[in-house]
């Protein structure tokens, strides 16, 4: 059959995205993957310097989304496939370009791990964000904050004269567009992927890109990549220079073999080829190269103790098997950051198809001869050679325009063309595009000033160049608030407090009180925090009450428990337990029902010095659909209760903390832990 993409209706059992956080995220997230190096760490110069090289301050100008739940429905999502005679993928545009299933119908195998649900869990640097198929992660160390948003999508001529399913989006954080163009060569067993990252700028850029694949963890399954050595991850936040396979009296090729969460960045030596596979106990599975730009290969597993476990169960639906996820980056590791200059581009071509080895050379030789064996057999089903050649083919069609669309993204790439006039062939960004989260910008584009009311709730602007269009509007409340957010955003902490200060003369209230209470409690202020958190909550309250029936009382509705969520552990941290209880009190039923609000609740009782009514609510039993990847909350409330309840009012000894453990063990349904307790 020729190639071809089409659209077509994916149903799975889906927990619904919910809306957005309505507060402006400036708190940078607790980034799992930050890490300390010490002097003597003995890092390349270059990684050293691109681990370094401008870590994200916060996920502005994006907004947490973190209003999804657990439960499921049968959910039909947008879905396009591109196929030839051998292969099927299944794309979904509406989860930032996810390629959901990789289908090899000689041997009608699924190459992928293809989750059976969509369930969000919070991973993403936003939040949002689900396990399974192949995601393409820009932006900043971590799942992408498109995880759970559109992208554009279109067919596009390829390079063999057939179909090309093109994706693209403008990407916030770094303030970059991006492409991916997907294309299956007539009777090829290979999914071609060339990626293209630009710099419309004239500063330099900081860039990250991964693809992440998940792949089957099942028992006797092998991942390999042409490396003797890996940067070793954990996360007790350590980096550190591992022997490859074997590393701490176990073969770690085997993901099922180590205990706990951990990646493996693999140091491919230059001039190797670029690959990585995960085959099965049979020696069948998936293999991923690409050209030399794409240097970085990385195993992550999730380890075989409870907390790996649980965290597979959480992802998914009961009796689903694992995964692992085999990566590819531009970067030895995913905590660099490497610099793009002005005007310039990244570009290379990645492929994906299945392999078939040996299983008596893949499982039982040594290390060498089994990677000997996969680069092989690889070479034989695409050469090297081809690759380069099929990059070098692709490059020409990168900035050959879409002939039809096939769905449509967000709007912020046709705000940034409409500021600064770009041209960039092969990824248009339509006027059409822009909606209402865009229309108080593009305001601000025409007249040179905001819209004239309060700030609410919802999208912001935050590069250098916005800045200054604010910075030369005329001062108001939601001119102030915003620009304060554009300072805080580059680093200007003291201006953006000025900034919120006048905003709130201006009686823009709730908002840029909120603000400034992040800036106290950052400030370590927790006094003056927990002030500022009750003021912010009580001018929303006032604003539900004023506005009445008017559509935006549903607004500041919503801000009034994410509001919540951050000020009774500000309370609690100035030592004011009853305050936190009555602020609580002051939410709706529905909202204390949720998982999150059980926790403090927990929280509050046992600094209120309740624990046993602390300990009632974890046996009821609850669930915290955002809980953060790396969260320990769970476990470190448990035990403080456990401690007080054996302590009774006398102090926590050290007995004390070990009779917790013993007579208290941890259930497994709070047991989130990816490190060694």
């Given at each position: ?16 995205i919910?809306?957005d ?17 010490p ?17 994200l ?28 005679d ?34 969000p ?10 396990s ?58 290979f ?10 700028h ?18 006797g ?13 954990g ?15 176990a ?38 190269t ?9 195993l ?25 996820e ?38 039982g ?29 692709w ?51 025409r ?5 004239g ?18 910075e ?25 407090v ?17 603000c ?24 929303a ?32 941290a ?24 059980r ?7 046992l ?12 046996d ?19 035990y403080a209760?456990?401690?007080r ?21 941890l259930p ?10």
């Open positions: 059959m020729a190639t071809s993409v089409r659209r077509t209706t994916l149903t799975l059992p889906a927990a619904p919910g809306p956080n309505p507060l402006p995220a400036l708190r940078g997230t607790d980034d799992p993957h930050r890490i300390e190096i002097e003597n760490a003995g890092l390349p110069a270059d990684m050293a310097r691109q681990i370094g090289y401008r870590p301050r916060s996920v502005l100008p994006t907004r947490l989304r973190d209003g999804y739940g657990r439960d499921r429905r049968d959910t039909g999502l947008d879905a396009l496939v591109i196929e030839n051998r292969l099927r993928a299944t794309v979904l545009p509406g989860f930032g370009g996810r390629v959901y299933s990789l289908h090899h119908k000689p041997t009608d195998r699924e190459l992928l791990y293809r989750n059976p649900v969509l369930q869990a919070a991973f993403a640097l936003n939040g949002a964000w689900f399974g198929g192949i995601e393409w992660n820009i932006g900043a160390t971590g799942h992408t904050t498109l995880s759970c948003a559109p992208v554009h999508a279109a067919r596009v001529p390829a390079p063999d004269g057939g179909e090309m399913l093109r994706l693209w989006e403008w990407e916030r954080l770094r303030n970059l567009p991006f492409q991916v163009d997907l294309w299956l060569p007539d009777g090829s067993d999914l071609y992927v060339g990626v293209r990252i630009r710099n419309p004239h500063e330099t850029v900081p860039v990250y890109w991964w693809s992440n694949i998940a792949v089957p963890e099942g028992d399954t092998r991942v390999l990549a042409p490396a003797s050595e890996a940067w070793y991850f996360y007790e936040r350590t980096l550190r220079r591992v022997p490859v396979p074997d590393s701490g009296g073969d770690r090729s085997y993901p099922l073999r180590s205990p706990f969460p951990a990646d493996y960045f693999y140091e491919v030596p230059d001039g190797a080829r670029r690959w990585i596979t995960s085959l099965g106990a049979d020696g069948r599975g998936l293999v991923q690409s050209t030399d730009t794409l240097r970085g290969r990385k992550f597993l999730w380890g075989a103790e409870r907390a790996g476990r649980r965290w597979q169960q959480w992802l998914t639906e009961p009796g689903t098997d694992g995964y692992a085999i990566q590819a980056g531009l970067a030895r590791t995913q905590l660099e950051h490497v610099p793009l200059d002005g005007g310039a581009e990244f570009a290379w071509l990645e492929a994906y198809g299945p392999l078939a080895a040996d299983p008596a050379t893949v499982h030789t040594d290390w060498g001869t089994a990677r000997g064996e996969v680069a092989a057999r690889l070479e034989a089903a695409l050469p090297r050679a081809d690759v380069d050649a099929a990059y070098a083919a490059r020409p069609y990168a900035d050959t325009e879409p002939k039809e669309s096939l769905a449509t993204g967000s709007g912020w790439g046709a705000l940034e063309v409409a500021r600064a006039g770009l041209d960039l062939p092969g990824t248009p960004f339509d006027p059409a595009t822009l909606g209402e989260e865009q229309q108080p910008w593009l305001t601000l584009l007249t040179g000033d905001l819209p009311a309060g700030p609410l709730p919802g999208a912001t602007v935050v590069s250098p160049a916005w800045r200054d269009l604010l030369s509007a005329q001062p108001g409340p939601a001119t102030d608030y915003h620009l304060g957010l554009a300072q805080w955003h580059a680093g200007d902490r003291a201006q953006a000025r900034s919120w200060e006048r905003a709130l003369a201006h009686g823009a209230g709730c908002l840029p009180l909120y400034l209470a992040v800036a106290e409690s950052e400030a370590g202020d927790t006094a003056r925090a927990a002030d500022r958190y009750t003021e912010a909550f009580a001018d309250e006032r604003s539900v009450r004023t506005a009445g029936p008017d559509p935006s009382a549903r607004v500041w509705r919503a801000v009034m428990p994410a509001l919540a969520r951050e000020a009774v552990p500000a309370l609690l100035a030592g004011r337990a009853e305050e936190a209880a009555e602020l609580l009190a002051r939410l709706s039923q529905d909202a204390l029902a949720g998982g999150r609000f926790l403090l609740t927990a929280q509050v009782l600094a209120q010095g309740q624990p046993a009514a602390a300990r009632e609510i974890f009821a039993g609850f669930e915290i659909p955002d809980l953060r990847e790396g969260a320990e909350v769970l476990s470190d409330t448990w209760i456990a401690e309840l054996v302590a009774g009012d006398g102090p926590v000894s050290d007995g004390a903390r070990a009779r917790a453990r013993t007579e208290h063990p497994d349904r709070y047991e989130f832990r990816m490190r060694p307790v």
